[in-house]
Nanobody, 121 residues
């Protein structure tokens, strides 16, 4: 019922920047929380950053000060500005959105397919 489309991943050199985007579509009544997760080879998926409809943000310690999460809940868009990228940031990044389905007002949680971010010389 809810689909997420991600874009912006790619190959970048250490110290470079990337901006990830996530567009949510479907029968969405409202969004409570939007977030970015990542999974590196050999590691479990971890939270990178999240933002609530009220504007409250939360960042992993490893990215705090370098990454900035933002959203437009009206347009159902999520962004992640990544600066000063490091090789350890290399991972598949996933978009996650939680909210209510229109008409049924049932709570949902959806995931994107993921976008590859590679930081290498």
């Amino acid at each position: 019922q809810v689909q997420l489309v991600e874009s912006g991943g790619g190959l970048v050199q250490p110290g470079g920047s990337l901006r990830l985007s996530c567009a949510a579509s479907g029968n969405i009544f409202t969004i409570y929380t939007m977030g970015w997760y990542r999974q590196a080879p050999g590691k479990e998926r971890e939270l990178v950053a999240r933002i609530s409809s009220g504007g409250t943000t939360n960042y992993a310690d490893s990215v705090k000060g370098r990454f900035t999460i933002s959203s437009d809940h009206t347009k159902k868009m999520l962004y992640l500005q990544m600066n000063s990228l490091k090789p350890e940031d290399t991972a598949v990044y996933y978009c996650n959105v939680e909210g209510l389905i229109d008409k049924s007002w049932r709570r949902f949680g959806s995931w994107g397919q993921g976008t590859q971010v590679t930081v290498s010389s």
